[in-house]
C-alpha cells in the first residue's frame, strides 16, 4: 500500500515545516469518460492554512444522475457557474505552484481524474517539486483496525471539526484536518 512519493518522515517535514496542498474534486461520475464539475484547494504554510481555491467547470459531457445526487450540483447550476476546464485546470496549477505536498483523501481517484482532465483538454502542467499523499493509505497505517476509512467516519474517529458533504471545498478542508490530525 502506498501512502505517498516521500517517507513518513518527509510528510511529518512538510506538515510541520513546509507548504501542504490539499485537494478535492467532484465529478460528472466515475468513468474514463467523466470530467471534474468541481475542484476546491487549501494551502497550508507550516500547518497553517494561509488561502484556499474552488471552481466550479461545465464539463463536457453529460452528468451521472448518481453523481448529481451524491454532490448536489446540477447540469443548471454549472451552466450558470461554471467555468471553462482550461481555465479552471490553469487556474488549479496556478494555486498549486511548485515545491509542495499535494494531498488528497484516496488520491489515486483525484489524481487520474486530473490527470484525465490534462489529456483531454490538452493541458500541460507539471509543477516542480510535488510530492503527493493519499490521507486513505496514511490513515490506514497510522490508525490500523477502524471499521472504515471513509472521511466522515475519520473525521469522527479523529474528533475533526468538518464535514464531509462532497462539496469539494468541505471535503478539502475536512481532509486537511484528518491529515494534520494524523502527523501529529
Known sequence: MRICDSTLPQIAEYAR???????????????RHDEICQIAAAEY??????????AYICPTCEMNPFAEEVHGISMDFLNEH???????????FEFLGDDALLVAHNNKFDMRMLKQECEKFDIEETPGGIETCDTLAL???RRPG???????NLIDELGIDGVNSHDALD????CAGVFFALMR
Not at 82 to 92: C, T
Not at 146 to 152: G, I, K, P, T, V
Not at 171 to 174: E, G, I, P, S
Open 17 to 31: 515545516n513546509g507548504r501542504v496542498v490539499v485537494f478535492d474534486t467532484e465529478t460528472t461520475g466515475c468513468s
Open 45 to 54: 504554510v507550516c500547518g497553517e492554512r494561509t488561502r484556499t481555491f474552488s
Open 82 to 92: 461554471g467555468i471553462a476546464p482550461e481555465d479552471a485546470m490553469r487556474r488549479f
Open 139 to 141: 490513515a490506514r497505517r
Open 146 to 152: 477502524l471499521d472504515s476509512y471513509a472521511l466522515e
Open 171 to 174: 471535503d478539502t478542508l475536512a
